[in-house]
């Protein structure tokens, strides 16, 4: 049994916040996101901030560090768009390797400083694995409804070697998350059983889905109650919800998620919904108690932050946590 599992039978997990939100308060320029290895490169790389694992490891170390210290059980790997098609926007697809195990390595060897500091709170490493920037349900172009940028076949080679780099660079727990499209998803675990048969292991798996606005959908068109069913056919160690609403909006279908699968849950919303500028004013107090509200009623087994969340907020949801018990699991067929 692995670590992890013994440890949400426990007790509620506490997942990282943004790295996204982070690496903004460095205010890195083109040239940092270079370094020294990318300065002559052909192609415009800030933004990319996956590349940072390999120009800036002491900032993602950093990151990662202060979410432990700021309570968080689980950080996630810098790799959210580590696969070869999101990373061709930057003409990197051949650092794909490079940069997830790079990444999954420096979360790790921060994960064992926290453990060793304190034995009886071990701290996990989730290897983030993003949507991608493509999606194979729907055409990006209305006059072709039929049209697909992406095929299945090119995601689960895309995920495959993602997966393979974050398992061998040490990540304790797979996490599929800010899911906007099933099919895609299903890429990625079909990529993730493959490599789990190959090399004959065992590692727990995470999904988490995205309801993209008050339509309670993802943007594929699913309701949750679709979106679990779809991917239900894979043992997981959790299912659960991300990004594109706050903890206030995610509620109900963290409700319904929460009565309808035998898998442990988790949540991590956004700092609220953006404001006019695209930035995100709820404050760690303000998120606190909306997440309360969801332990109170029982909801979670893994909460977090996303969008516009940093260590503050993390901090509070993790001093709440502590009061409450993890959501039980319910022995029932999912319908």
């Known amino acids: 049994m692995s670590k992890i599992y013994q440890a949400i039978q426990k007790r509620i997990l506490v997942l990282d916040g943004a790295m996204g939100t982070m690496l903004q308060r460095y205010n890195f320029s083109e040239e940092d996101f270079r370094g020294e290895r990318f300065k002559d490169y052909p192609t415009s790389l800030k933004g990319n901030n996956d590349l940072l ?24 790997t810098n790799t959210f768009s580590g696969t070869s098609i999101a990373m061709a926007d930057y003409n990197m697809e051949d650092l794909v390797y490079e940069l997830n195990y790079e990444s999954a390595k420096i979360a790790k060897q921060v994960a064992e400083e926290f453990t060793k500091q304190n034995p009886n709170k071990q701290r996990f490493v989730a290897g983030s ?74 590692i727990p798996i995470m999904v988490s889905g995205t309801i993209t606005d008050a339509s309670g959908r993802t943007l594929s068109g699913q309701t949750v109650e679709a979106f679990l069913t779809s991917i239900s056919h894979i043992p997981l160690l959790s299912v659960g919800l991300n990004c594109a ?49 969801y332990l109170q009623d029982g909801l979670i087994n893994i909460i977090g932050g996303c969008c516009g969340t940093n260590p ?10 502590q009061n409450y018990q993890p959501r039980k699991i319910l022995e029932r067929s999912i319908v």
């Open 53 to 76: 694992s390999l120009t800036q490891p002491k900032a993602i170390a950093d990151i990662h560090r202060k979410y432990f210290e700021a309570g968080a059980d689980i950080v996630e």
């Open 129 to 202: 694995i993003g949507p991608t920037n493509k999606t194979a349900s729907l055409s990006p172009d209305v006059d072709k409804p039929e049209y697909r940028a992406i095929t299945f076949e090119e995601l689960r080679i895309a995920y495959k070697e993602q997966v393979e780099a974050l398992i061998d660079g040490g990540v304790d727990v797979l996490l599929v998350e800010t899911i906007f499209d099933t099919l895609n998803a299903k890429a990625a675990l079909f990529a993730i059983d493959e490599v789990k048969d190959q090399r004959n292991i065992d």
């Open 245 to 293: 609403l706050g903890a206030e909006q995610l509620k109900p279908y963290l409700q319904r998620l929460s009565q309808k699968t035998e898998f442990f849950t988790s949540a991590h919303p956004n700092a609220g919904l953006p404001n006019a500028f695209g930035e995100y004013d709820q404050t760690p107090k303000q998120m606190q108690l909306l997440i309360e509200d």
């Open 312 to 321: 503050e907020h993390i901090k509070a949801i993790a001093e709440v946590t």
